[in-house]
């Protein structure tokens, strides 16, 4: 993992690099003139080699410090905590209820085949994988907001809120609402087709008619011996949603104004805010291998053949 | 020694896109208690299906059970609902099926899955089941039976994890025992120990057996009494001396020819020629007439039915005629 780390920091500071303009272009005044720049830039390193420079972003990076971010006058580090945990509660909350949607009506999808059932949650899932979020999330900011005006428009607290503990998390819940539909439905679509066809290879196996042939009721056959084994290759999934948590979902966070890490990234990067984005893709690398390494503990725990003696 | 199961004129039908395919049609056949009851013929030709059949583990659709009765025990099972088959199945009749590697579940360990059918049919709790799994674990020969009933599946033999279904079908002291291929998958020292295990456990429990299989040396070796199935229907049904000494149809005879013999000095087996006939696509007549080297014409024209020519041997040929 420390290696595939150095690794991404080596390509994260080239593309940063190879990026038009430096600090200076981002952060100073453009009507300076160029000894000061070039005063500032000795300064700050700017003028030494690449090398030189990628040491002592690292050396920083190591003490949990990723610079100033141009845009926001602050440090990275303050401006990420600020953002990043209200995309991780709303994307936290869209992944609890897609699983808690989607695992069972995969299984009921499976186990009537080419029923009516089945067919009605292919044509939901085909719609949720191709209704584009912006477009979604609009007709519903304009059907409940706007028309029966039973959800609010934008925003994550009422303004001038200052409610706290419970209210607060009510006020929230309640804001949430939209975005969340729009969230889920996408992730929904995926992860019940993921389960249905799962499921429908591990109904064929022999141990699902050993199940039956031992007198089990069709639900403790289906629940316990088939969904268990269905679920090996779902669950392993969930360690590569981690960094997914955090990463914010830009378009849905924009169009609900919903204040995530998502418009933050569109706006380094409109900004040129290299320190702001050079952080957020070190955080997203390092969640995306952490994510990885729980994908790998999970399987070892749902699947006894894999455990290590 | 009294019927304990009797199959009367069963049909089994799977209705697929192609066509109907007649599975098992008009098969009767009786299991007496006690008895090991062997049913040969080769892949397809509805022996599984009729044993699946009884305990209406039929996947359906397509299949279906169309018409006959299964009497066991004085009830027809044919008509029995759900949850009274739930009762009968793993506690009275019992299935051993063919590929241990791919009949337990993975997830579960060995001593899991056997608990599981004794708790739901016998009045234990766990800790009593656990006893009990241990001790079935211990009777069909499995060295440290304490150790393996934490085990999962993956961690035994093919001839273990067999050993563990035998324990898992036994458990609950069943009637009936159907061991659909029990050996086939395994190699042939290992097939040799469950075979004698099996009829070990049959002389202590009385269990009957049927004793599903297409290898004639497993036949003659456990079974009292013989059916021989082709096509879905049963040409010849005699007692295990009979069949082998003195067999009718010509199918059993071409099947009984082309066993190997120790000892003799052939280049080639002998085999039937021919193929068996596509399900959907049956020939007129006997289903067997276009690998017959005894075909006649009526043999094109009539279906030949089932009739006792000696007592307790029966016969689906022209050749032979009813005695009465």
């Known amino acids: 993992m420390i290696p595939v780390l150095i690794g991404v920091s080596i390509i994260i500071f080239l593309i940063f690099q190879a990026a038009p303009g430096d600090a200076l272009t981002g952060m100073m005044d453009p009507k300076m003139s160029y000894e000061t720049k070039q005063k500032i830039r000795k300064q700050l390193h700017l003028d030494e080699p690449a090398i030189v420079q990628y040491k002592y972003w690292v050396q920083n990076v190591i003490r949990g410090d990723f610079g100033e971010s141009f845009y926001f006058k602050q440090p990275v580090g303050r ?157 392993t999934i969930f360690g590569m949603w981690l960094p997914g948590l955090f990463s914010g979902a830009m378009i849905t966070e924009a169009i609900f104004n919903w204040p995530g890490i998502g418009p933050i990234e569109l706006l380094a990067v409109n900004n040129r805010d290299y320190p702001l984005l050079m952080g957020i893709n070190m955080l997203l690398a390092f969640l995306t291998l952490l994510g990885n390494l729980i994908a790998d503990v999970t399987y070892a725990i749902v699947d006894p053949r894999i455990r290590l003696k | 020694m009294g019927e304990l199961l009797s199959i009367k004129n069963l049909k089994t039908y799977f209705y697929t896109e192609d066509g109907v395919i007649k599975a098992v049609d008009d098969v009767s056949l009786t299991i007496r208690e006690g008895e090991t009851l062997g049913v040969v013929g080769e892949s397809g030709c509805g022996k599984s299906i009729t044993a699946m059949s009884i305990l209406k583990l039929i996947p359906n659709p397509p299949g279906k059970i169309v018409s006959g009765e299964i009497i066991f025990e004085g009830k027809d099972l044919t008509k029995a609902t759900d949850s009274e088959i739930r009762k009968i199945r793993g506690n009275k009749i019992s299935v051993i099926f063919q590929e241990p590697m791919t ?155 082309s066993k190997p013999i120790l000892n003799q000095d052939k280049e080639r087996l002998n085999s039937i020629p021919g193929q068996v006939p596509n399900p959907l696509n049956m020939p007129e007549g006997c289903y067997f007439h276009p690998r017959c080297s005894k075909a006649m014409d009526i043999c094109r024209k009539e279906q030949p039915k089932l009739c006792s020519v000696k007592d307790g041997h029966k016969v689906a040929c022209h050749l032979y005629k009813e005695v009465k």
């Open chain 1, 79 to 235: 401006v990420m905590n600020t953002y990043i945990w209200n995309s991780f509660y709303l994307s936290l909350a869209s992944f609890i209820l897609s699983v808690l949607i989607a695992i069972p009506i995969g299984v009921i999808s499976a186990t009537r085949q080419y029923s009516f059932i089945d067919y009605f949650f292919t044509v939901f899932a085909l719609i949720g994988i191709s209704m584009p979020s912006f477009f979604f999330g609009l007709l519903l900011i304009k059907w409940f907001a706007v028309d029966i005006n039973l959800f609010p428009v934008s925003g994550m607290m009422t303004p001038g809120s200052t409610a706290v503990g419970f209210e607060k998390f009510k006020d929230v819940l309640y804001h949430m609402v939209l975005p969340l539909t729009v969230l889920t439905l996408g992730s929904v679509a995926g992860l019940m087709r993921y389960t249905r066809s799962s499921m429908l290879e591990v109904i064929r196996q022999d141990y699902i008619r050993t199940a039956r042939a031992k007198g089990l009721r069709e639900k403790v056959v289906i629940y316990k011996h088939a969904l268990r084994n269905a679920l090996i290759p779902v669950v």
């Open chain 2, 103 to 257: 009949s337990l579940n993975p997830v579960f360990t060995i001593g899991d899955q056997i608990i599981e059918a004794i708790v739901l049919h016998q009045n234990m709790n766990r800790e009593q089941a656990r006893e009990k799994a241990i001790d079935m674990l211990k009777l069909v020969g499995i060295p440290r039976a304490n150790e393996v009933v934490d085990a999962y599946p993956h961690e035994l033999s093919g001839g273990m994890r067999q050993r563990a279904m035998i324990a898992m079908a036994m458990a609950c002291n069943p009637k009936l025992l159907i061991a659909d291929e029990p050996t086939t998958a395994l190699d042939v020292t290992i097939q040799a120990q469950i075979l004698d295990l099996m009829r070990e456990l049959k002389n202590k429990t009385n269990t009957s057996i049927m004793l599903i299989t297409h290898d004639l040396g497993v036949v003659a070796e456990m079974a009292d009494h013989v059916v021989v199935m082709y096509a879905g229907k049963i040409v010849e049904e005699a007692d295990v001396f009979e069949i082998f000494k003195n067999p009718l149809h010509p199918y059993t005879i071409g099947l009984l020819e």
